[in-house]
């Protein structure tokens, strides 16, 4: 079992403090005297959240652990390239011994858990799947916090992923810490019951394990099937003559879109407070897929976007989220964090690096 924290009493967080001064000083008073270094374990670390918190948590002094499912899963090797100082462990949400064993093994002050199965459009077809990875494998991993950091005084620190998806049909605008869910995807309703759980553990066992209502957050680490890194490789390769045509779904969706790299700064900001809790982090902007679409034309030099962009029927969902917009006050008045990238620098970030890459890729 791990050894206690030391407890020191915190100064309470402004948003008139340097809040990120501060925080890191919390985080050495608990780990100074324990480790040279704090550890991080990070699952999805893999995906575009995990990378940009392996770099984030690296630059704060952080040993940092990444969960690797597979048996030889072929994003290693980019991963290591980009981040040389990640440590890889295997084991997988779905097999609850593999997470004991990376427990034992990593010793983490911190664990994040980002690994999921996130692409909504698919868990609708792969229901089962989505709710053992995205839904049980919170409880399995709170579990195994359980067991390994000991019943009293646990010392690890946890983060769950929660999802401005769990709003779905929203009941209010914008959506707070206290609005009602109604997910609308099996993806929601996973990350509904990963988000109670994380709750019900901090409440029942006393776990420091917080929860971020993240709403949409993009940037050039995105996935190629969500929406907005689909529009910006796309736009990138017909401007290149690689590509004649965009294909989309359901282009009056609305979204909160924010930049990942802003996003994962108030993941760490979470886990610094003396009190775990839940906060909601969005620009508290909304914007329409075809705004994203008229910008991003533009940034490349096309023009109007309508003489490239169809429809195409299999990429509408059974149902739908149409309005998300979040309210981020409680986290900017709480934890200090504040978003730096607005939505023209978003779409115009996304844009350039494809037009880049795909340059690169064509020679
Ligand atoms: P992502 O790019 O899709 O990454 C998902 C990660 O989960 C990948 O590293 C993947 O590993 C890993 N994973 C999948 N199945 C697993 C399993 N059985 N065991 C262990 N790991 C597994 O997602 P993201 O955009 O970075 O999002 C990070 C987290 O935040 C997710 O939980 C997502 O649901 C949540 N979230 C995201 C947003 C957003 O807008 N990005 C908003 C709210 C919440 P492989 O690469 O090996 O498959
Ligand atoms: N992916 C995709 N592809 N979406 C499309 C398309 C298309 O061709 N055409 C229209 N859309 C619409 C979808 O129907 C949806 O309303 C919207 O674009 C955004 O879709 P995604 O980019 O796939 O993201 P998401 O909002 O469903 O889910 C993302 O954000 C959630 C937070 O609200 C994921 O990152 C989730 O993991 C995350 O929890």
Redesign the pocket.
């Known amino acids: 079992m791990q050894a206690e924290r030391t407890q020191k009493p915190c100064r309470t967080h402004t948003a008139s403090d340097d809040d990120y001064f501060i925080a890191a000083c919390h985080l050495i008073e608990r780990t100074s005297s324990l480790y040279p270094m704090p550890r991080a374990l990070i699952t999805g670390i893999t995906g575009q959240d995990g990378q940009h918190l392996a770099e984030f948590l690296h630059e704060k002094g952080y040993e940092v652990f990444g969960l690797i499912k597979g048996q030889n899963n072929p994003k290693i090797e980019p991963l290591l390239a980009e981040f040389p100082y990640v440590r890889v462990v295997s084991g997988d949400l779905t097999d609850f011994s593999s997470l004991v064993a990376a427990l034992r093994t990593v010793q983490p002050d911190e664990i994040y858990n980002l690994g999921?199965i996130?692409?909504?459009?698919i868990s609708f077809t792969q229901a089962e799947l989505t709710s053992n990875v995205t839904g049980l494998g919170v409880l399995r991993m709170l579990e195994a916090i359980r067991l390994v950091g000991g019943e009293k005084s646990n010392p690890i620190r946890f983060y769950q992923?929660s999802?401005?998806?769990m709003y779905g049909k929203v009941r209010e605008i914008p959506q707070n810490e206290l609005t009602a869910f109604h997910p609308r995807?099996p993806?929601?309703v996973a990350?509904v019951f990963g988000h109670h759980m994380t709750v019900n553990y901090r409440e029942s066992y006393g776990l420091h394990a917080s929860s971020g209502i993240?709403?949409?957050?993009e940037g050039p680490r995105r996935g190629y099937?969500?929406?907005?890194?689909?529009i910006s490789s796309s736009v990138a390769r017909i401007k290149l003559g690689m590509q004649d045509k965009l294909?989309?779904?359901?282009?009056a969706?609305k979204?909160d879109w924010g930049y990942a790299g802003d996003y994962v700064k108030a993941m760490w900001l979470m886990l610094q407070q003396e009190v775990p809790d839940d906060y909601v982090i969005a620009t508290g902007e909304t914007h329409e897929?075809t705004e994203f679409l008229q910008l991003a034309f533009e940034c490349a030099g096309l023009g109007d976007w309508h003489k490239y962009v169809g429809v195409?029927k299999q990429?509408?969902?059974p149902a739908?989220?149409?309005l998300?917009v979040g309210d981020a006050t409680k986290a900017e008045k709480t934890l200090g964090w504040k978003r730096e990238v607005d939505f023209p620098s978003l779409v115009e970030m996304m844009v350039r690096h494809d037009l880049d890459l795909e340059a690169k890729r064509a020679k």
């Open positions: 999921a996130s692409f909504v459009a992923a999802s401005s998806e995807s993806y929601g990350k993240l709403f949409n957050h099937e969500f929406v907005t890194r689909k294909l989309l779904g359901n282009m969706a979204r897929i195409d990429y509408f969902r739908e989220v149409d998300l």
